[in-house]
């Protein structure tokens, strides 16, 4: 079945947004690239925030969907797949796609704590801090929360300097730091 006109959009939309950013991509833009037409457009969003939004919801999905699938494919026990989600955040990076977190990007253009984008960019990050948190608490963890908190924290630094660093293996060096968090809870 053909996806229907909203849903072509927000999947096109969500691959301008990533590629060339939010406060950048105009409607004028999202019109060329997306081959709606802009009365189409405002049929189904009254704004460009609502239609990021939408992009960002669809982008949560879809990551979180491939990302904790290729985590349990990767490893068996709890805190295995702990030290598997930087193999997976590895092959993200070697995508000929990868252009960084698209909710690191919208944190940074919509920085207000209050702005609907910078919630649910903020809400991602806090569904993946739960799946950690989870994991280390089903690893045995002597304080999940921390542990969940710093691997969190060793993923998004990562992310970045995949982005910005390119004579380092962000996810190998993070994956060894975090086996040295891991063992450290674990102990």
Known sequence: ???????????????VFYRDGFHV??????VVETGVSKTS???HFRTKEELILAALQLRDENFRKWFLQRVDELADTP??????????????????????CMFIKAGAEYQEQ???IHVQAAEHKHLMLEFLTDLA???????????????????????????????????????A???VLLDNALA
């Open 41 to 43: 457009m405002y049929k």
């Open 137 to 175: 608490r089903k690893a045995g963890a002597r304080d999940p929360e921390a542990l969940g908190c710093q691997l969190l924290l060793l993923q998004e630094g990562a992310i970045v300097t995949a982005v910005l660093v390119k004579s380092c293996d962000p996810a190998r060096d993070a994956k």
């Open 114 to 116: 209050d702005h609907p």
């Open 25 to 30: 991509t105009g409607m004028d833009k999202l």
């Open 1 to 15: 079945m053909r996806p229907n006109k909203r849903d072509e959009l927000v999947r096109k939309a969500l691959q």
């Open 177 to 179: 730091a975090a086996q």
């Open 79 to 100: 805190a295995e797949r702990l030290i598997a989600s930087f193999d997976a955040l590895g092959e993200w990076f070697q995508e000929d796609s990868f252009r960084g």
